[in-house]
């Protein structure tokens, strides 16, 4: 277990972006310890909160639908995941509701957009999971139908982007080369949670885990292999790019030519959440226990393939 009170000695904090219509909170956090003790960044994109009256006030159905949007309470599992593993930790508290942090500025379906996209995008046509209602302004989910009340101007996409996701980007894309300055190589592990995939029980009990690489192009087949060793020497079940195979994130930071790993994992919601999915469950400590492991087993097999254990020993 780490020192906590070491950790709060030498941890980092830091706040990044703005909420547009809320300048006073920031849209995201960032907390590391100097030096890094392991080359692992967490990023959670989706259990953002922190909900400006004036979006509430454009959706339809803001009580259900924000917390069918969130990665409901991944955030509190990344902290102690982080505080147990030292780890870095990158948390949005821009709701997924106002921005896709997973999403590509271009992935939006544009009949959301009164007038032409902001200065720099283009408007091609959307993509499979902007028609689906889950683009970069997520715009419908299923047996709800429509979650906005009008359509949204141009400049208020804008400054979403520009407060919001460029700099969540920009920050995470730094830590990630800072850990691999420090250490040769390092893994990014973006944090999710979904729905339950199917029942628990019977021949073939859905998964508690998804483990997502972009078919093997976002990080080095053995930290996927070892990911699953560890899942299974824990008695969880966990899948392999079925459904979640990872998206925006993995494509546009991972580069693992360039010593730059990324891992998409989703929770099961049932494996930490109570039985309503909104609050924290007494699964929780022990989902947090399964991921501290998991991130000190991939730290060591990242810094045993980068051939760096010197440097982990110091």
Known sequence: MVDEAAQARDSGGSHGGHLPGDEGKPAFEMLARRPSPIPVLIAV?????????????????????????????????????????????LVAHAPRAMIDLNRAPEDMDWDMVAGDPPPGLTRFAAGRRARSGLGLVPRRLPGMGELWKGRMSSQDLAARLDLVHRPYHS?????????????????????HSMPPLGPKSGQDPSPDFVIGDRYGSACSAHLSLAAFNHFASCGRRAAHNRPYAGGYVLDRHASPARGLHAMQ??????????????????????????????????????????????????
Not at 177 to 187: C, I
């Open 171 to 191: 920050t995470l894309a730094h830590m990630l080369e800072s850990l691999r300055d420090r250490w040769g190589s390092a893994l990014l592990i973006d944090l």
């Open 265 to 314: 994992v989703e929770i099961c919601r049932t494996t930490y959440l109570e039985p309503a999915l909104r609050e924290a469950g007494d699964g929780l400590g022990n989902v947090v226990n399964v991921l501290s492991g998991l991130v000190r087993r991939l730290a060591e097999d990242l810094l045993a393939g980068s051939g760096n254990l010197a440097q982990a020993a110091e």
């Open 45 to 89: 994109p989706h259990a953002g909160r922190t909900y400006p009256e004036a979006l509430l006030a454009r959706m339809r159905f803001p009580d259900d639908a924000c917390v069918r949007l969130e990665d409901r309470l991944a955030d509190l599992v990344a902290r102690d995941v982080a505080r147990e593993t030292g780890a870095a930790l």
